[in-house]
């Protein structure tokens, strides 16, 4: 090797298992009426059914009391990283529903809450030294965000990096779980990170997935990050603030700024969208057909957050309980066949598994997205009316020329130099091979 030689930008290796999976949120207090785990366990051959596969809980532990929000709390304040939160279960209740996934062909990741803890954490006893300070001395929530139930760890520290990787082992080695999505994991120290996925990996091959957007994330800690631009972008596109452009700027970032083989989570809601920005319907209007069927076929892995396959019109409470009402919704019949081709099109599976994105330019550049992935096996051509009016769509050059069928009506599809469509406002058109 010479000096001249690229080096590998990711140094990690994925599970196999994640090279065509999708993964689904679970809110535990809001998903069943219940809201414990044995009754999400009952649940879990309804998601293998909708072609889930990977099941991301939200934070298990018990939450803090001094300073909580609302009634129950937040589940970002930790209250104790080796406990589980009583009003979920217990923590064989837990590795049960741990077991029944994996029986399912199901994986499991844990919500990890490193940045912070909440003010009554048996650490602040224990080792106050691990925590900041403000000007005054005093412990001190994350600063300039209204998060006053927390109080925030101090990553300077080796005792609480030694903890904190030690307690993340446990659970995979105690419980079984295939990794984790580790909250504000920009707000952490990145090599923190690279050390406990390292340590991890000598048990079992674990999954990670940040809440953040960074390039240096994927190399030794994390296959996945948030796509926060898309979702950011995708409404300004639906609310009229932007238009496909915006969209192409994200697709050239992702592809130049970002190492080929990593992920992208792609998403329409997830927990903060929907408790503190509004539900899908409220972002996405007219759009969010189109949008979820982009979230699907386009690089990234796409999330459901849990209500969504029934149409949930509300924001949940998210210091409260407040179950899902929970119903057949067309939407939930379009994740299920979307994500079945995602598994089964090679095209369209994650990372280096899967074909990357081309442009396929056509007449009306501002309003409307195409693209193919294609490989030596399979194939998709997609076509996205991102604006309030029809559009029909004609093409310049010959990259999505062949023989297709439509992936929604079965119907038989040549498509050459003579190919217009018609479609409708907000609408699209998906083509497999």
């Known amino acids: ?56 809980l939200m934070p298990i532990h018990p939450i803090g009391e001094v300073n909580r929000k609302g ?56 080792h106050p030294e691990w925590y900041t300070r403000d000007w005054k001395g005093d412990f001190s929530p994350t600063v300039w965000w209204d998060w006053a139930d927390i109080i925030d760890l101090d990553f300077d ?31 952490v120290p990145t090599d923190f ?26 190399t030794a800690a994390f296959d996945m990050t948030y796509a926060w631009h898309w979702n950011d972008v995708v ?30 989570m792609l998403f329409v809601s997830n927990h903060d969208k929907n408790a503190w920005e509004g539900t899908e319907f409220e972002q996405f209007g007219e759009a969010l057909e189109a949008a979820i069927v982009l979230s699907v076929v386009s690089e990234g892995m796409p999330l459901i957050y849990n209500g969504q396959e029934a149409g949930n019109e509300r924001r949940l409470a998210f ?24 598994r089964d099109n090679t095209a369209l599976w994650n990372a280096a598994w899967g074909a990357r994105m ?8 501002a309003q409307v997205l195409s693209f193919v992935r294609r490989n030596e096996r399979d194939g998709v051509f997609a076509v996205f009316n991102f604006c309030d009016r029809p559009q029909v769509v004609t093409f310049d050059e010959a990259l999505h020329h062949g023989d297709y069928s439509d992936f929604f009506s079965g119907e038989p ?21």
Request: charged share 25%.
């Open 1 to 56: 090797m010479t000096a001249y030689d690229p080096l590998p930008l990711v140094h990690l290796t994925h599970p196999e298992w994640s090279k065509n999976a999708t993964i689904y949120q679970i809110n535990t207090r809001q998903f069943t009426p219940e809201g414990t785990f044995r009754a999400a366990e009952l649940q879990l051959p309804r998601l293998r059914d909708l072609g889930v596969g990977i099941v991301w």
């Open 71 to 126: 009634t129950l709390g937040s589940p970002y304040s930790v209250k104790d990283y080796y406990g589980v939160n009583p009003e979920f279960g217990t923590l064989d209740d837990l590795k049960q529903f741990v077991r029944a996934a994996h029986e399912l062909g199901l994986r499991v990741i844990l919500d990890w809450v490193a940045n912070h803890s909440a003010w009554d954490c048996n650490l602040t006893t224990e």
């Open 157 to 187: 520290q080796p005792g609480l990096r030694q903890y904190m990787t030690e307690a993340m082992v446990w659970w995979v080695r105690e419980v079984d779980v295939d990794g984790f999505r580790c909250d504000v994991a920009g707000f």
């Open 193 to 218: 990170w690279d050390t406990a996925r390292r340590e991890m990996e000598a048990v079992k091959p674990v999954f990670m997935l940040a809440e953040w957007e960074a390039r240096d994330l994927h």
């Open 235 to 264: 409404h300004k596109i639906a609310v009229g603030q932007a238009d496909v452009n915006a969209l192409r700027v994200y697709y050239s970032w992702n592809e130049k700024a970002y190492p080929r083989d990593i992920m992208r």
């Open 319 to 342: 210091f409260e309980r407040d179950p899902i009402d929970w119903r057949p919704h067309p939407l939930g019949d379009l994740y299920a066949r979307l994500f079945a081709l995602k």
């Open 358 to 365: 081309v442009n396929a330019p056509n007449n009306a550049p």
């Open 413 to 433: 599809m040549t498509l050459d130099g003579e190919t217009r469509l018609e479609i409708e406002r907000w609408g699209y058109r998906l083509y497999v091979r």
